[in-house]
């Protein structure tokens, strides 16, 4: 089984989102890859970085690395609204088609006190959540709103093909 990790900053994200209001999560990925330069060793000078794949992973993980600190629930918000249930890796990365599609399966979030897991139970065809007990949430937006009321912060995201 193969996989690919991509951390994101979910500053950057909300950023462009805002820029970009109307793009998808993996089109707001791209714009980040895009406008970000990286130090290149040998000619020592800031170059757009370029990500390609040879073929695409099973697994696709995002990681959201927050910042120590509170999070404002205008913050948290807008960056929930940035993420998708569906992510086409072919928009991100060059090497592979457009139309290789992952879907979001699980999400870990985390608030000051501990960590809740999210997960697509594909059955019932609804969003579960796992902490003390096994509890139905419903659709995405359940989940995000109870993300929001909870301040919890979405750190890793699990996306299968």
């Known amino acids: 089984m193969t996989y690919l990790l991509h951390s994101v900053d979910p500053v950057v994200l909300r950023v462009m989102k805002i820029m970009h209001m109307n793009s998808s999560f993996e089109k707001l990925l791209k714009h980040i890859e895009v406008n970000t330069l990286w130090h290149c060793e040998g000619c020592r000078k800031l170059n757009p970085a370029h990500q390609f794949l040879q073929s695409p992973p099973h697994v696709f993980f995002a990681d959201l690395t927050w910042s120590p600190g509170n999070v404002s629930e205008e913050d948290l918000s807008m960056t929930l609204s940035a993420l998708s249930i569906e992510i086409d890796l072919g928009l991100i990365y060059g090497g592979i088609d457009v139309g290789n599609n992952h879907h979001l399966v699980s999400m870990v979030c985390f608030s000051e006190r501990d960590y809740q897991c999210f997960a697509y139970d594909q059955e019932l065809q ?36």
């Open 126 to 161: 609804k969003w579960v959540m796992h902490d003390a007990e096994f509890k139905v949430i419903g659709c995405w937006d359940d989940v995000t709103t109870l993300c929001i009321t909870r301040s919890l912060r979405p750190v890793i995201l699990f996306f299968e093909d």
